[in-house]
């Protein structure tokens, strides 16, 4: 294990709903995995709040159980920076998704949505994914396209998707590759295809 | 024309004040309004937040074939203003509000249909169109004329 021969990676990948990004984030996972012998960990930040929600879960969970590869599964919902121990630097890590994390983060405590509580949770997210990324072999964090309508109706959505853009942004600069998934193709958009 | 597009939050601005130095910028999101009449005297201007512009003309006419009319004639008046001078140039920015679910309202979704079509108006014209995602820019049309 050494610290040369350690090159961490983030992988960034978005798409809208029922896009496929799931499963390519999986597929691109194991991929790494197959090429470098590390243990697959998926790391949920889901808390079930509906049936409907639960069986997603459920279904994703068969997929990834049913598959070749062993997935090993993580729970998290919040501060994913304090699980950088659980981690080392063969690890491949896979995050799906940062909305979820982020609605985690911003209604879980009932919080008042003033500029330093928005800037601490945009900093948490952020940093606890960097974290994470500087402790693993390759960090792969799944997010959603929902940027691409008016949002200026509703100050809550506003502020919300202005959030989620700037993490975004902070994302796709520190990723080593960034894909765009339209309709189940990947469309490469940051780095060179492995 | 330079026609630069992309979700909301996106990076757009930054990424056209990284590309396009001392430019002159007019916002629609600071007064609402842009100019059909340039009356500027720089060579190199931005014209930010069309949509919010494009609003405005369909809060004042409810047919969409006469806000596109306006929307040209706009469009046509940018660009004689480029072509009497070589130097001069305009690069528009537009935020994509077009790929959410229908919208409940009518006015919205005036609004977004004319925005949609204004879009591809601009495009056809514009020499160079970008489309930012998160800070990246992606070419989607060069070197083309009208």
Known sequence: ?194 | MHFVTGGAFNGKRAWVKKVYKDAVWVSAYENGLLPAELAITTNLLVLEGIEIWIRELTKQHDDANQCREIWNCCLNGWHRWEKADPNRLVVVIGTDITKGIVPMEKENRLWRDVTGWAYQDLAAKAEKVDFIWYGINQTIKSGGDC
């Open chain 1, 1 to 194: 294990m050494s610290v040369l021969s350690h090159n961490a990676s983030l992988i960034f990948i978005t798409g809208g709903v029922r896009s496929g990004k799931s499963s390519f984030a999986e597929k691109h996972a194991e991929e790494i995995a197959i090429e470098t012998g590390g243990q697959l960990n998926y790391l949920a930040t889901g808390v079930p709040s509906d049936p409907e929600m639960t069986e997603r879960i459920e279904k994703h969970q068969r997929d990834r159980e049913t598959g070749e590869c062993q997935w090993k599964t993580v729970e998290r919902s919040v501060h994913i920076g304090e699980l950088v121990s659980s981690f080392n630097s063969e690890d491949i890590v896979l995050l799906d998704c940062v909305t979820t994390l982020l609605n985690n983060e911003l209604f879980s405590r009932g919080h008042v949505w003033d500029n330093l509580f928005l800037t601490n949770v945009q900093e948490s997210v952020v940093s606890g994914i960097l974290k994470l990324k500087n402790q693993a072999k390759a960090l792969i964090v799944v997010s959603n396209e929902v940027l691409n309508e008016p949002l200026a109706g509703n100050e809550l959505v506003f502020t919300y998707g202005k959030l989620l853009g700037r993490i975004h942004q902070e994302l796709v600069k520190e990723a080593d590759q960034a894909f765009l998934v339209e309709a189940g193709v990947p469309v490469l958009m940051k780095g060179v295809q492995r």
